[in-house]
């Protein structure tokens, strides 16, 4: 099977494209064909040694997959050959198979898509857990959603308006802006060209009740800094590269609460809520109120323009690969 090899740790430059001996299962797991694989920032920072998970190398990147059971392992009862499935590697996504432990799959209905498959889990699973679980979005709140136009931005624009909140999208260009309204936002605020903390005064009123960041670097303190009382600011990552220090002064003065979010681990230690969160994304597509964007499809030798494309602020909504 042919896949995509990070042999040393560095840019998206340094990876190879390889033919190797397909995997097998061990018992309890699956051996995946992929359709589709999603392509998300962390694969950007695990190849270059940036990211809080490190594997040995040589590793296969890619997260998330969906594709076709070819094999299982011993003990799977509840999957067969043939099931269309989605998985959470975390690694070995980026390959024609891949072998996942069965309790990290899903059954998909032939209504979905490989590629929304594939991109859906990472992006909307985080963005639900943040938004609806810990940072307990209200109907009549508004939320602040800063990379509004990214992959998980975008999850969180249009489950905030899922829940019948005002949608604040604050992005780097118009045409990402534009995105945002297209995908549920009421107002938008491109920070390229007006100040960040004048555009929330502009949309907000007296400020966001929630703030949905996976940016981080300059973006956190000045949005921070004009958070509503009782605010919650939600910090999913840091796409802008550095680590920003908050004065603690501020959560002082708003009574507001910093409220960290760490998906991969919430779903390893609360699998039950994921899978509740899952279920109402689901429901909610069903019902046309998320429509995840799928912008772009790369093959397995354009995996390093895929990366490239994402490390450079370029993709919109999410892009998968099609091995
Ligand atoms: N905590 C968790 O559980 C969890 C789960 C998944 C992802 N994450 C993190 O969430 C962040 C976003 O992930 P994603 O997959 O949604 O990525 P993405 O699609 O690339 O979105 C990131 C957004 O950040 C903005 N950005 C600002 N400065 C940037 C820079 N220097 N380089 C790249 N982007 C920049 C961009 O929007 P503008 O151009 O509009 O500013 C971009 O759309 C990452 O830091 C990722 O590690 C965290």
Redesign the pocket.
Known sequence: MRAVVCEAWGGPEMLVVKDLASPQPKPGELLIKTRAAGV???DV?IIQKK?QVQPELPFIPGAEVSGDVLAVGDGVTAFAIGDRVAALCSVGGFAEEVVVEAAKCVKIPKTLSYDIAAAFM??YG?SW??VRDRAALQPHETMLV????????LAAVEIGKAIGAKIVA????DE?CEICRAHGADEVIN?SSEDLREGIKRTCGRGPDVIYD????K?TEAAFRSIGWRGRHV???????DIPAIPLNLPLLKGASLVG????E?ARREPQNNIKGMAEMLAWMGEGKIQPLISKTYSLDEVPQALMA????K??G?IVVRP
């Open positions: 998300n920032f962390p920072l990211y990472l992006a985080t857990h943040a800063l990379g509004a136009a990214g992959g998980v931005g604050a992005a780097s260009s990402k920070y996976p940016v981080g670097g973006y910090i999913i990552g840091f796409a802008a590269g979010v760490f998906w991969g919430f994402m490390a450079a602020r993709v919109t999410k």
